[in-house]
């Protein structure tokens, strides 16, 4: 909502980032070679990992930069407007929408949560603690062969039951005492993660919208929720802080 941006080069590497203002909103843009991102190529090119992973770097870097100077509300990667005309329309159709989103993030910031659990670890935690498994266990010593055949599979059921039981519960408490010190939480699609021999799983993936007054509290109870449940293989990722994309409001056909 304020002029005076840093000088910043577009996604195309060649026209610089200008803005464009209606009444007390500013939109940063930059022009594009329409060759390159009209619809038609864009749309083959989009799954060129060679071209759109520097070009979405680029994108991303043009964000933080400018909010590190003004509140900014980030529009997702290669949101093309054929016009001004479009751009003006959008901004006046979503002005009331746009100046309370940024009324909503004043003096507030996104981190985001990633949270992991070590497979293996959960495993010899719950064969452990759990009473269910426990009791198969102490039937299979004095099982005949075929009555143990059934209990192990009994058994291995029960540990996979009892696996997503504690990790669902994990995933909640941890989401649930961070989001007692935020404004807002989401959760999104957990990511596969690739870790070797050390099964390690992705529980929770997650965005929070803190007060930056409440920043201490937040990262220390991040810290505590990690401590509890460590002896069971799970850790915490904490990023930040980063523009606001979880909270941004959606918009419709306008963006074209």
């Known amino acids: 909502t304020q002029t005076g ?14 803005t464009l203002r209606y009444g007390d909103v500013n939109a940063a843009v930059s ?4 060759e390159e991102f009209g619809a038609s190529p864009l749309e083959q090119r989009m799954a060129e990992l ?13 964000i933080e930069e400018i909010m590190a100077a003004h509140p ?20 006046q159709t979503h002005h009331e929408k746009i100046l309370y989103f940024f009324s909503g993030i004043a003096d507030k910031e996104e981190w985001g949560v990633k949270g992991y659990i070590n497979g293996g670890q959960v495993e ?31 058994r291995d059921l029960a540990i996979k039951d009892g696996l997503t039981g504690m990790v669902l519960q994990i995933a909640e408490e941890v ?18 993660v690739e870790d070797g021999e050390e099964k390690r799983e992705m529980i929770l993936n997650a965005a929070f919208l803190v007060r930056k ?41 306008e963006i074209s």
């Not at 941006?5 to 200008?18: A, E, R």
């Not at 022009?31 to 329409?34: A, C, D, F, R, S």
């Not at 509300?73 to 003006?88: G, V």
């Open 5 to 18: 941006l840093p000088d910043l080069v577009g996604i195309d590497g060649d026209h610089k980032v200008f």
């Open 31 to 34: 022009l594009v070679p329409l």
């Open 50 to 62: 060679n071209w759109i992973a520097p070009r979405v770097l680029v994108h991303e870097r043009i």
């Open 72 to 91: 900014v509300m980030p529009m997702r990667f290669c949101t093309i407007f054929i016009s001004r005309d479009r751009i003006d329309g959008l901004l």
């Open 124 to 154: 010899d935690a719950l064969k452990r603690l759990s009473p269910k498994v426990q009791a198969i266990k102490t039937k299979l010593q004095e099982a005949s062969p075929g009555k143990a055949y059934l209990l192990r599979k009994k």
């Open 175 to 192: 989401f649930q005492r961070l989001l007692a010190h935020a404004i807002k939480g989401v959760r999104n699609k957990a990511l596969q």
């Open 213 to 253: 007054s409440d920043l201490r509290i937040f990262h220390e109870r991040a810290k505590e929720t990690e401590e509890k449940y460590r002896s069971r293989g799970f850790n915490l990722n904490l990023t930040g802080p980063w523009p606001p994309y979880n909270f941004c409001p959606v918009f419709g056909d």
